[in-house]
């Protein structure tokens, strides 16, 4: 008798093909099924010697492979797409089946699964999957939410899949409805920032400075090296490092325009929602599609001259500086992300377990680095945080930048380069530490136009003055 499939992939893409070579690899049965039957052909004759694949023909086929309850991981494009291959499923399933979403779905349209799904006796686990293809077949981060339940019946397969660090799993239950898909959606968020911050550094060394890709690369060498140890800093060496057949650097070739899925904008969206100054991730969105409109910066280049400046030698101490910039801003992204998680948590009743999450990761995501240690070691000491940036390891290490960081952003403004998210970092930083700002002043004039009331500083409750009539104030 055939022996039936721990888990079915549904959607053999280069993410769902490399998780289903890693569960198979980690010694569980893998049922495959795509709809074009010659990539699952293409699988089966080049990886399966593996593990234990079935290849299905027919979701009939597909789901009759599966041990009871059945366990369905679904790679497919967010939206419609996933609304398409669970009604496709429905017919074959049976009560306490499970269907998990591993795309890049929106955290509402998990919800909505959710509970559709319930309604007809399916579980649904909402899965953030963060890696890229080499994660995804050698380890990738893993943030399940929905129904715990299904969580707990997959959960040893999906923990020995993810990456481990300090022998733990970089794999744990997120929270309830779209918690997972959440979670994952601020990730990739924070990505969009480290990612913006990098290039701004590049930006910087390239345009100030007239460094060329192999000095830089030797740089962000060097920087990975210490605090700034992440993969991202690791890959940002690789890619300037690497030349093309003609013999120059490959980056100096690639198109300046950088596309984007929507996880970042949903980011800057739901931030706005919750009411999080969210500076860093929105105008790594915003630096992003100001790239895509190319030829209109062209044709502002022809017409408006820019800044002109004497070429620059780059010292040590200048290469520091940018480091320290780009230190501080990177505390600044993940301080904002965090504080978005805890909001969120707290509006949907998740109970979020913010220091578990800086820990899953610390392995197998884009975001992987050092720096997350000391989040795990913030939440871990027990003090109610509402703001990393005020926790002692973080807040001493801003503030120990904070002179090289003004630096930075005064260069770039002298040079016209432009550091959106460094400048931005910034002003939430001087921002954030002002006992009193201007809002005062734009509170008054809410009131002005529109009676929208004021508080005072000096006697409780709400105030209105009739600017236009007898310039009176009133208690309202």
């Known amino acids: 008798m055939t022996q039936l499939a721990d888990l079915g992939v549904f959607g053999l893409s280069t993410m769902g093909a490399n998780l289903a070579r890693n569960a198979a690899r980690n010694g569980f049965g893998v049922a495959l099924f795509n709809r074009h039957v010659a990539r699952t052909d293409e699988l089966v004759a080049e990886h399966g010697a593996e593990g234990r694949f079935t290849a299905a023909r027919s979701v009939a086929d597909f789901t009759a492979a599966l041990a009871k309850p059945r366990a369905i991981l679904i790679m497919v494009q967010a939206g419609k797409p996933a609304d398409d291959v669970i009604e496709e499923l429905l017919p074959h399933l049976e009560a306490g089946d499970i269907i998990i979403d591993g795309g890049n779905s929106l955290f509402t349209d998990t919800n909505r699964r959710a509970k559709y799904l319930e309604d007809r006796h399916i579980r649904f686990v909402g899965m953030?999957?963060?890696?890229?293809?080499?994660?995804?077949?050698?380890?990738?981060?893993?943030?399940?939410?929905?129904?715990?339940?299904a969580y707990r019946r997959i959960e040893p397969i999906v923990t020995k899949m993810a990456a481990h660090v300090d022998g733990q799993p970089c794999c744990a239950y997120i929270g309830p409805e779209g918690a997972g898909h959440y979670v994952k959606m601020v990730h990739n968020g924070i990505e969009y920032a480290d990612m913006q911050l990098i290039a701004e550094a590049y930006d910087l060394f390239k345009s100030a400075y007239?460094?060329?890709a192999a000095a830089m690369a030797g740089i962000f060498d060097e920087w990975n090296?210490?605090?700034?140890?992440?993969?991202?800093?690791?890959?940002?060496?690789?890619?300037?490092?690497?030349?093309?057949?003609?013999?120059?650097?490959?980056?100096?070739?690639?198109?300046d325009e950088a596309e984007q899925k929507g996880t970042g904008r949903w980011t800057a969206q739901s931030a706005l929602d919750l009411g999080v100054p969210?500076?860093?991730?929105?105008?790594?969105?915003?630096?992003?599609?100001?790239?895509?409109?190319?030829?209109?910066?062209?044709?502002?280049?022809q017409q408006i001259p820019g800044p002109t400046a004497s070429p620059r030698k780059a010292g040590k101490s200048d290469i520091?500086?940018?480091?320290?910039?780009?230190?501080?801003?990177?505390?600044?992204?993940?301080?904002?992300?965090?504080?978005?998680?805890?909001?969120?948590?707290?509006?949907?009743?998740?109970?979020?377990?913010?220091?578990?999450?800086?820990?899953?990761?610390?392995?197998?995501?884009?975001?992987?680095?050092?720096?997350?240690?000391?989040?795990?070691?913030a939440y871990d000491a027990g003090e109610k945080i509402d703001n990393l940036v005020l926790q002692s390891y973080f807040r001493d290490a801003?503030?120990?930048?904070?002179?090289?960081?003004?630096r930075v952003v005064a260069l770039g403004v002298e040079q016209g380069v432009p550091t959106p998210a460094f400048s931005s970092s910034l002003a939430y930083f001087d921002g954030?530490?002002?006992e009193r700002g201007p809002a005062n002043l734009l509170q008054g004039l809410r009131d002005y136009f529109g009676a929208h009331t004021y508080r005072r500083l000096d006697k409780p409750g709400s105030f209105h003055t009739r600017w236009a009539q007898d310039g009176e104030e009133v208690s309202v």
């Open 398 to 406: 801003v503030v120990k930048a904070e002179p090289a960081w003004r």
């Open 320 to 377: 520091d500086a940018i480091r320290d910039a780009l230190y501080a801003s990177k505390i600044i992204a993940y301080a904002q992300g965090f504080e978005q998680l805890e909001a969120a948590s707290q509006q949907f009743g998740w109970n979020l377990k913010l220091g578990e999450i800086s820990s899953l990761w610390r392995g197998g995501c884009i975001i992987r680095a050092r720096f997350l240690r000391r989040i795990r070691e």
């Open 432 to 434: 954030l530490r002002r």
């Open 225 to 255: 090296k210490g605090e700034l140890d992440s993969y991202l800093i690791e890959i940002t060496a690789a890619v300037l490092r690497k030349r093309d057949s003609t013999g120059k650097p490959l980056v100096d070739s690639i198109l």
């Open 278 to 301: 969210l500076t860093s991730i929105t105008e790594a969105v915003y630096a992003r599609a100001l790239s895509g409109h190319r030829e209109l910066r062209i044709a502002a280049h």
């Open 210 to 212: 007239g460094l060329d």
């Open 128 to 149: 953030g999957v963060s890696g890229g293809e080499e994660g995804a077949l050698l380890g990738p981060s893993m943030m399940p939410g929905g129904d715990e339940a």
